[in-house]
């Protein structure tokens, strides 16, 4: 009895599983209708949004308009055209500028070679006037003497005698005496050269006036110390003309040196210059 309630059991197992597979395969289609509806409404609902609005027109351009835009182009045209002609003048000028920069340069060349020779040239034309001067104060000196003393005899530069040297002998014996005018004993008063009334000779010129006023005024004699100090001066006043003796024509030069030479014989002494 047992195995007859079992066969009957076994011959269901098939069909439960078809039963359920059935009920499986509704239920799948129910979900697969359920999502399409739900897409459908989704897409209905997409395409029922309303429309973007429509952009209003752009206005025409008005002939106003146009000819402004066309002179825009004409001058930004006429624009490119001056820039490229302003980089070719600037182009031109710094042209210009170095070849004026290399002109100045080779002029400033020439100037300072032409400075440089006229230096030379005055250098050698002072040099040649001092000569001069020098000759001409020799003979000068020589012709105005009254005499000469024996040991100036035989002299001459072909003997080895410097012209100083012969000038300075010369001198010796070719001191005349000053006129009153010139130099005044009893008062002392000097009435230099115009060259000796310089400016530059003013410190020793007052200074020999007074030692020769002082004399004068109290009847002292420059015999010792007193004539000594006053020959130092008047030696002084020599060396400081004599290296002025570029500035001064020979004549002028040799009168006042003269001048010098006979008021130092007015102290009593020899004039060794």
């Known amino acids: 009895m047992g195995r007859s309630h079992q066969q009957p059991a076994r011959g269901l197992i098939p069909w439960a599983i078809m039963a359920a597979a059935v009920v499986l395969a509704i239920g ?84 300072n070679r032409t400075r440089t020779e006229i230096e030379e040239a005055q250098t050698q034309l002072e040099a040649q006037r001092t000569a001069l001067e020098r000759k001409l104060r020799l003979s000068e000196v020589i012709l105005a003497a009254p005499r000469m003393p024996p040991v100036t005899r035989g002299l001459t530069t072909g003997q080895g005698t410097k012209m100083e040297q012969a000038a300075r002998v010369a001198a010796m014996g070719a001191a005349p005496r000053l006129s009153p005018t010139e130099f005044n004993p009893e008062s002392g008063a000097v009435t230099w050269p115009s060259v000796l009334a310089d400016p530059r000779y003013a410190d020793l010129t007052s200074a020999i006036e007074g030692r020769f006023r002082d004399r004068a005024a109290h009847g002292e004699s420059l015999q010792g110390s007193p004539g000594k100090a006053l020959e130092r001066l008047i030696d002084d006043l020599i060396e400081r003309f004599r290296k002025d003796v570029a500035h001064y024509s020979s004549g002028r030069y040799g009168k006042a040196r003269t001048f010098l030479d006979s008021l130092r014989a007015e102290c009593g002494e020899v004039p060794g210059h």
Do not use: F, G, Y
């Open 28 to 111: 799948m289609a129910r979900h697969d209708r359920n999502t399409a509806r739900l897409t459908a409404t989704v897409s209905s609902r997409t395409i029922r949004l309303p429309a973007a609005p429509e952009l209003p027109a752009l206005p025409q351009p008005t002939p106003a308009m146009r000819e402004a835009a066309a002179d825009l182009e004409r001058a930004a045209e006429e624009a490119k055209v001056a820039a490229v002609a302003l980089k070719r003048v600037e182009a031109e000028m710094e042209a210009q500028q170095r070849a004026l920069e290399a002109m100045k340069a080779d002029a400033d060349a020439k100037a």
